[in-house]
């Protein structure tokens, strides 16, 4: 159990356009998702946390207009980024958790190449 | 300031040997909780072991063990008989207090398993 997939596993866009990244709780019902970045050879950084029909929180410094994250569902997180520029490759995982304060279970990844 | 820190360079383990990886931690909240991951070259991060604040014994999990260290703030891997499927990238986490689920990483330690 607890398993999380993410789609698409790798993208390619041109810049300016937007694009579209899922993150999917398959078993279990999620009501905090979570959005980290990762850089090549660097650690996770913490985007957003979403909760289950409510806003997202955003880490400072991290643009809300620019990643835009919709947790509609107990199963389903979306993060979209929008006019995306070359800055913005990166790897994007999403986590999810049944509860607050329970463990993350981790998607495997999306990498996301602007071109 | 910086949660957790792993600043060992990336490391080469004969098969079989033993690896231990260095995670410190920093932290004024009596209750956290302290996550080993492996991230392989595929990029999913798999959980490998958890050690609670409270807990008295150091955590084990198959091949693996933490060697909680509390007054030190210290929570090091060690990962027993290395196999050559150990090679990746080695992510110690934190989390702070009830209820709560972000997780803070650190910067990760290479392991390169040779036979």
């Known amino acids: 159990g607890a398993v999380v997939s993410q789609h698409p596993s790798r993208v390619i866009c041109k810049s300016g356009t937007s694009v579209k990244i899922e993150c999917r709780s398959l078993?279990?019902?999620?009501?905090?998702m979570f959005w980290y970045r990762q850089f090549p050879k660097k650690s996770l950084m913490l985007m957003a946390t979403s909760n289950e029909g409510s806003k997202a929180t955003y880490e400072q410094g991290v643009e809300k207009d620019k990643f835009l994250i919709n947790h509609a569902s107990l199963t389903l997180s979306t993060l979209t980024v929008t006019s995306a520029h070359p800055e913005d490759s990166s790897f994007y995982i999403c986590?999810?958790?049944?509860?607050?304060?329970?463990?993350?279970?981790f998607g495997p990844g999306t990498r996301l190449t602007v071109t | 300031a910086q949660k957790i820190t792993q600043t060992q360079p990336g490391m080469f383990v004969q098969e079989k040997e033993a690896v231990t990886l260095d995670c410190t931690y920093d932290?004024?909240?009596?209750?956290?909780?302290l996550f080993w991951y492996k991230q392989p070259s595929s990029g999913e991060m798999i959980f490998l072991i958890y050690?609670?604040?409270?807990?008295?014994q150091n955590a084990t999990e198959g091949r693996y063990s933490l060697n909680f260290q509390k007054a030190r703030k210290s929570a090091n891997l060690v990962i027993s008989a290395s196999q050559l499927g150990d090679s990746a990238m080695y992510f110690c986490a934190m989390r702070e207090g009830y209820g709560n689920n972000r997780l803070a990483f650190g910067k990760g330690n290479q392991v390169v398993v040779i036979p």
């Open positions: 050690q609670g604040s409270y807990d008295q």
């Open positions: 078993d279990f019902q999620a009501t905090t």
């Open positions: 986590s999810a958790s049944r509860l607050a304060g329970d463990e993350q279970y």
């Open positions: 932290t004024s909240d009596p209750s956290y909780g």
